[in-house]
């Protein structure tokens, strides 16, 4: 089992930067696909950022790709997510997930304003 804890969320202007870490405890962490997801007020949760196990391959949704980096050490068994050039639409609760065996974390709030 892997219990996942977030960390790194605020208010930060448009424009600005954040830096998400997800904290990992168990042993299955290094087999894990990570991901990021989010959830805007009154919306459905969304897909962000996953990585392979290994790191070898990272994918993004279209929305972020180019201003989201995703990545993990396992040695650490922390999973990041780097945000730039942040939108006010980037404005929500961040989760990270682990598959397969479908865990979440409790959430960090990211607020994009002026």
Request: proline content about 4%.
């Amino acid at each position: 089992q892997v219990q996942l804890v977030e960390s790194g969320g605020g208010l930060v202007q448009p424009g600005g930067s954040l830096r998400l870490s997800c904290a990992a405890s168990g042993t299955t962490f290094s087999t894990s696909v990570m991901r990021w997801y989010r959830q805007a007020p009154g919306k459905e949760r969304e897909w962000v950022a996953s990585i392979t196990s290994s790191s070898r391959t990272t994918t993004y949704t279209d929305s972020v790709k180019g201003r989201f980096t995703i990545s993990r050490d396992n040695a650490k068994n922390t999973v990041t997510l780097q945000m730039n050039n942040l939108q006010p639409e980037d404005t929500a609760v961040y989760f990270c997930n682990a598959w397969p065996a479908g865990l979440w974390g409790q959430g960090t709030q990211v607020t994009v304003s002026l």
